[in-house]
């Protein structure tokens, strides 16, 4: 959302104090009181690492051996990524474990062929149950609970999602608009590349959007929405620089998810916006870590627990198949995901060697603790 589209909202002091910023051209420089006012006044950002599960309570019992769960993964890289801990979770468990990978452009499909075989629970992410709503009902009538991460804003159901852990990615565009309302001294430019076909990464864009807008009048914000086969074609380098080029004010460059950012830092350089632009993002892996370590133009990282989204799912998974129910405050606990931002070289270094982060020191023997497994 640009400037001018947020001053609808603002209140009368803000209204002035933008008025210092935006009078003349858009090339004015900032009024530096204002900024800094507008840099102190926001929260601080999550940069402490965490160290426990969002999940608390204990199954009644170890789970029903022999079961199976059907992982519905998407075509991104990072849904691989989340896959590899639901498989984990799913073994640790004693049940089996099947999948198959869908197209963006027919969730439906995907999840008709999981319903199909028949699975004790389907698991999937990403997508909001409007997509799917005549296959989650079906799966319903079948028995079959569906569970799921960052499908968007919505709330569980009978007929739709029977758990939603990290309901959106909003907190994590939230802690990211903070962070570089902090570092630009309230004069943040902010484009988020993303690619909407995949609903819930809307979410990642709210958040960042509705921090600038409470704390932040002389910040913007800005969208490169992109397609999978852009990614995949290796295009978003080439679609940002253009971006970056009509959009000379941008500071920050924002990755919806770190995938998003191969090949770009390098493009970026040649092309002479070394010194111009930060990168910071959401869903970091060993390239961004590495990054920050090397230093660069890489400034900030959410370290997203994909994996760990994995194992909460299975958790899901695990009571709704075996009990039918969810525990008092258990769909709160699941809401968000326990992330952070990763934002120096020490930060990054204390992830090594694999520099990812799969998730809270020790989840997997939470997890099987509170599954009562070894």
């Known amino acids: 959302m640009k400037i001018w589209q947020r001053t609808a909202r603002m209140s009368l002091p803000m209204l002035l104090a933008f008025a210092l910023v935006a009078c003349g051209t858009d090339e004015e420089p900032v009024d530096a009181s204002e900024a800094s006012a507008a840099a102190a006044s926001a929260p601080d950002p999550v940069t402490a690492v965490p160290i426990k599960i969002n999940v608390s309570t204990p199954l009644d019992q170890a789970p029903t051996p022999g079961k199976t769960l059907f992982w519905l993964q998407c075509e991104l890289p990072i849904c691989a990524k989340i896959g590899g801990g639901v498989e984990a979770a799913v073994e640790a468990a004693g049940w089996d474990f099947e999948t198959q990978v869908f197209k963006a452009t027919d969730p439906a499909g995907g999840l008709e062929s999981a319903i199909q075989r028949k699975p004790d629970a389907i698991a999937i992410t990403g997508i909001p149950s409007a997509a799917i709503k005549p ?58 590349v993303t690619i909407s076909a995949f609903p819930s990464l809307q979410t990642t864009v709210d958040g960042m959007e509705s921090v600038l807008d409470d704390y932040c009048p002389a910040c913007s914000s800005g969208v490169l929405d992109l397609t999978v086969e852009d990614l995949a074609g290796g295009q978003v380098a080439a679609k940002l620089i253009a971006y970056l080029q009509t959009n000379p004010k941008t500071n920050y460059v924002v990755f919806n998810f770190g995938d998003l950012e191969i090949g770009v830092p390098e493009a970026l350089k040649a092309s002479g916006f070394e010194d111009k632009v930060k990168l910071i993002g959401n869903g970091a892996g ?31 998974a695990l009571r709704l198949a075996d009990g039918g129910e ?49």
């Not at 133009?297 to 994995?310: C, F, H, I, L, T």
């Open 135 to 192: 296959q989650l009902e079906a799966a319903a009538a079948a028995g079959i609970p569906v569970v799921t991460c960052a499908p968007g804003p919505e709330e569980p159901s009978a007929e739709t999602f029977g758990a939603i852990c990290s309901q959106t990615t909003g907190p994590d565009g939230e802690n990211l608009a903070k962070w570089a309302i902090k570092d630009s001294g309230g004069v943040a430019h902010m484009v988020m």
């Open 286 to 316: 060993p390239q961004q870590f590495q990054a920050l370590i090397d230093g660069g133009m890489d400034a900030a990282w959410v370290a997203y627990p994909a994996v760990y989204s994995g194992w909460e799912m299975v958790d899901a």
């Open 326 to 374: 969810l525990p008092a405050g258990y769909q709160e606990e699941i809401a968000a995901l326990p992330s952070y931002i990763v934002d120096s070289a020490d930060g990054a270094k204390a992830l090594e060697p694999s520099l990812d982060y799969p998730g809270p020191e020790g989840y997997e023997d939470q997890f099987k603790a509170l599954w009562q497994v070894n």
